[in-house]
């Protein structure tokens, strides 16, 4: 799936972790979902637990108590999945923490078992997709 078609499915499934800021800045994405498609099921999964969180933490406030959260940038760097947010609350930073964690075991390319390799240039890879100089 390309990075635009997940990235639409995405919004359309969870709208309370891609909803525009109070003062109509700019939604997210800024840059895009910049990672491999092997972790997406990862993303899916973040984004499924932290909507329901918000949902259920939101419920029945006003604007102005609603724990706030806007969804910044999701990229990989050194190797692992990056997650960048303002607002959100503690349960919303572990979830985001576990999913970086499981990027570290999972191939960016396939979604597999994978390990973190590297000389210089970071990158989590199944036995498959680990590069030549590498092996």
């Known amino acids: 799936m390309s990075e635009e078609n997940f990235l639409a499915e995405m919004i359309e499934k969870y709208p309370h972790v891609f909803a525009r800021a109070a ?3 700019r939604p997210f ?3 895009g979902i910049e990672c491999g498609s092997g972790w997406y099921p990862i993303l899916n999964q ?3 637990c932290i909507n329901s969180h918000l949902d259920w933490i939101n419920k029945g406030k006003d604007d102005i108590e609603k724990v706030p959260f806007i969804l910044t940038q ?3 760097k050194f190797g692992t999945l990056r997650f960048y947010y303002d607002g959100g609350d503690e349960q919303i930073h572990g979830m985001a923490r576990m ?3 499981m990027s570290g075991v999972t191939c960016e ?3 597999n078992p994978g390990k973190f390799r ?3 240039w970071y990158y989590t ?3 498959e997709h680990t590069r030549e100089e590498d092996k």
């Open 74 to 76: 999701v990229k990989e």
């Open 109 to 111: 390319v396939c979604g």
């Open 99 to 101: 999913a970086e964690a």
């Open 29 to 31: 994405p800024m840059f």
């Open 23 to 25: 003062d109509n800045i």
């Open 118 to 120: 590297g000389r210089g």
């Open 125 to 127: 890879a199944c036995d």
């Open 46 to 48: 973040l984004f499924a």
